[in-house]
């Protein structure tokens, strides 16, 4: 069984791979959507969060998200307890489906390398875009202003320092360009895929 991890910096074109690798017939994650299932359907999860942001409790008795990252957004000590929560879960969603010896997993996430999760995989994907191009793709796809782009950018790893802890921890990886269109960019992940399909 292969596992692999996708990272990359906000608006690289992370979720792009996967779409391209799940019509290639591969099991994929959204590490994200799993967090976000999470707080809607683990009462463990549910209750930590709510204890710790009790704001973000929805009319309907739920975790409202989009409350709860405008909380953490600004405010790093808040992020970081509520990655304190979260993380741990994720991991252990991703050793449950590692378990489950599919053929191959793709899993894809912003804080892959952050997380450490990068460490349970076989290979990293390391997604790489222009400052430009990922602004234009999040501006399109997400309605986000450019001081929320510039903010949600500066808070993550760079390149340079994702491949830093990758080469520290003798970590497989690639770093794949994504700086052209959807059909350059899925030739370029069907022939990276050649080292493991």
């Given at each position: 069984m292969i596992t692999l991890g996708i990272t990359g910096n906000i608006g690289s074109g992370k979720s792009s791979v996967l779409n391209i690798l799940k019509n290639m017939g591969i099991e994929t994650y959204d590490l994200d959507n799993v967090a976000k299932d999470l707080y809607?359907?683990?009462?463990?999860?549910?209750?930590?969060v709510l204890s710790t942001f009790p704001s973000v409790l929805s009319d309907d008795n739920h975790i409202d998200t989009k409350k709860l990252g405008k909380l953490v957004f600004k405010n790093l000590d808040k992020l970081d307890a509520l990655q304190k929560i979260i993380w741990p879960e994720v991991k252990k969603f991703?050793?449950?489906?590692?378990?489950?010896?599919?053929?191959?997993?793709?899993?894809?996430?912003?804080?892959?390398?952050?997380?450490?999760?990068?460490?349970?995989?076989?290979?990293?994907w390391v997604i790489e875009s222009s400052y430009k191009l990922s602004k234009k793709r999040v501006e399109k796809q997400r309605n986000l202003s450019e001081t929320n782009f510039e903010i949600i950018l500066n808070n993550q790893l760079k390149t340079d320092q994702v491949k830093n802890i990758l080469n520290q921890d003798k970590i497989n990886y690639s770093i794949i360009n994504n700086n052209s269109d959807l059909n350059s960019l899925k030739k370029l992940i069907e022939k990276e895929s050649k080292n493991f399909i």
């Open positions: 809607a359907t683990d009462d463990k999860i549910k209750e930590q991703i050793n449950n489906k590692i378990e489950k010896k599919s053929n191959i997993i793709a899993f894809e996430g912003a804080v892959i390398i952050e997380a450490e999760w990068y460490k349970l995989f076989d290979f990293i």
